[in-house]
């Protein structure tokens, strides 16, 4: 199996809507060993989600796993920030021809983003804190997701990915900032703050 290479930005493939699969497409060998292989490049990566166009592949496919912070303890948690981010544990899955639907009264919460086809790069986007994604799996069973939190910023950020949208088109640019630098001056900040 040849590795997958991520397409960085600027490549015409991430500006394009993807192309819906069909059930028979689903099921054939080709797209199952794509799965298996970008489930491979996203945790070489290590990424949290990495959608289809990101390698070359114009279709409504991406694989989603928060898995990483599994083990850490409570403390580790409330230090990285995960728990005012809410983020949950998210097993390995693909959405497929996804819709997304923001749950009615969802808040907006403000957090630092990045993406695996803009290195580098961090910038605060604000995000749905509650989604219902329809989409099917690689079954090409129909699935229902509600996600709350740091799922459901993943969800958004992949599903962009799938109609020609990078997280940079939706994030306060006055924020924008390499990762050294958020190191630097960021961590820590009340973004709300910042923002005004
Ligand atoms: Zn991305």
């Not at 990495?50 to 599994?70: F, K, N």
Request: a negative charge.
């Amino acid at each position: 199996m040849l590795d997958l290479e991520i397409v960085q930005i600027g490549d015409p493939v991430l500006r394009h809507p993807a192309k819906e699969l069909s059930a028979q497409e689903i099921l054939s060998p080709e797209i199952q060993e794509l799965i298996e292989k970008m489930k491979a490049a996203m945790r070489a990566a290590p990424g949290v989600g990495l959608a289809a166009p990101q390698i070359g592949r114009a279709i409504q496919l991406a694989v989603i796993e928060d898995m990483s912070h599994a083990h850490l303890t409570e403390q580790q948690l409330i230090e990285q920030q995960l728990i005012e981010r809410e983020r949950s544990l998210v097993p390995f899955h693909e959405i497929i021809n996804p819709r997304l639907f923001v749950e009615k009264n969802s808040e907006k919460a403000d957090f630092f983003e990045g993406c695996l086809s803009v290195p580098d790069l961090l910038a605060v986007v604000p995000r749905a804190k509650s989604v219902r994604v329809e989409c099917l799996n690689e079954r090409a069973e129909p699935v229902v997701i509600h996600a709350k939190g740091w799922y459901a910023r993943i969800l958004q950020h992949e599903i962009d990915h799938l109609c020609g949208t990078v997280f940079l088109d939706k994030a306060r640019m006055h924020t924008l900032t390499t990762f050294q630098n958020h190191t630097n001056y960021w961590q820590g900040k009340n973004l709300c703050k910042v923002d005004e």
